[in-house]
């Protein structure tokens, strides 16, 4: 069913009529101080009708269909448009700093005595304990010596007159010689006046010089031998004074100085050979730490740095550096790498008293620190070309910044420029990360 919109009128403008004017006629004449008259200008004509919009069911369609797609387009576009990446952040913070040296140290005794058997012998079982408080002087083992037979108690006589017999030769070529010297004095000096009277040539005079040059390293030598010779009789006198017939005899060993037993490889009593360690003694009140470092991290190491022990089982321990061996040695790694490794010695002022010999510690020594740093945290560097640089969060998108880096210790590396205090950096930066790429921060 159609419907047919009628056109309204069109109303069209009023024609004005002017009056006309009769010919020949004069209009009066107006006097000269008469007011002027106004005529009324004409109107102007009105505005045309606007025309009434039509109503057309297809231009509606069309443009809803339009918008409809318009706005499909639009959220497409907004879906595949990229994501901001999930990052890990941390601020620049401004505070304390300090680099340290990490090692593993361990507890030992200042002053160790290591006691061992000053003769071969059998060691009776040994009374003392680990522990126990032996002062300066207390019999701490007995050794008694194995027993002498006749036939080595005639070996041991006979060893004494070899031995004496040798000394007495040893004087009888001492006094030959100093009668051998005494004779190439003289000749030398008849050599002398002989020379001076033209008697003898020059070559005369400087042959008696040499031969009382000559006499004279002999019997040094000669009386080099009889001490050789004393000393072996002296020797061989001495075993067999502590020779018996039928029992050894007893030797006492005594503690060197005041302090507690430390340890001991065996309480029983066995036959032990000459240097046979007994025991260990040692104050345990005068503690130090030996700590093993690199001789490459010992260079940055000077007396009187702080030294912080943690991991012996209580509190952390304050420590002083004390000395530094001056010599490296080489040590083999667990990964089989050769290493130039020293010894450093920590003193620690208050050491508790369970703090035993050969506690083991985890040492941190302090080798430089200040009170107010840039930092950021040592994940957040990334090797560049020319130096180092961070991803920093800036407008919401990733920065790639060239920073110039300090110290680095302690998980955090110091900054002397490129970024400010308060900034967000990125910390372990994936590695699709790129620069002016959308970033959030996770949670």
Known sequence: MSTTVTPPPVSRPAKHLVPAT???????PVAASAEPVLVPAAAPPPPPPKKKARNHPHRRARLITGGAALAVVG???????????????????????QTTVEVDAVTRVRDRFAITAPVGGMVQRLTLREGDVVQAGDVVATIVTPPVFET???????????????????????????????????????????????GIAERDEELATLTETNRRTELGTAEAQRRIAAAELAQARAALASATATTGATVAVRAPAT??????PERSARVVAAGTPLLTLGDPRT?????????????AMRRGQRVILRGWGGAP???????????????????????QRLTVVIDVPDAPPVLGDGFRLDASIVVWEAPKVLTVPAGALLRSDDGWAVFAIRDARA????????????GVAEVLDGVSRGEQVVVFAPDALRPGMRVRTAE
């Not at 009769?22 to 009066?28: D, G, K, L, S, T």
């Not at 907004?78 to 401004?94: L, Q």
């Open 287 to 299: 503690l130090e730490i030996a700590a093993d470092v690199l001789s490459s991290d010992a260079a």
């Open 152 to 198: 080595e108690r005639a070996a041991l006589v006979a060893r004494v007159d070899a031995a004496h017999a040798a000394e007495l030769q040893a004087g009888s070529r001492v006094t030959q010689a100093r009668q051998a010297l005494a004779q190439a004095v003289r000749d030398h000096q008849r050599a002398l006046a002989l020379l001076d009277a033209g």
């Open 22 to 28: 009769e010919p020949n006629v004069v209009a009066p």
């Open 259 to 264: 302090g507690r037993v430390l340890g001991m």
């Open 399 to 410: 920065a790639r910044v060239p920073v110039r880096v300090g110290h680095v210790g302690g």
């Open 75 to 97: 959220a497409i576009v907004f879906a595949m448009r990229p994501k901001p990446m999930t990052v890990d952040a941390a601020p620049v913070r401004v505070g304390p700093m």
């Open 317 to 339: 321990l304050m420590g002083v550096v004390r000395s530094i061996e001056p010599s490296a040695r080489t040590r083999v790694s667990a990964l089989g790498v050769e290493e």
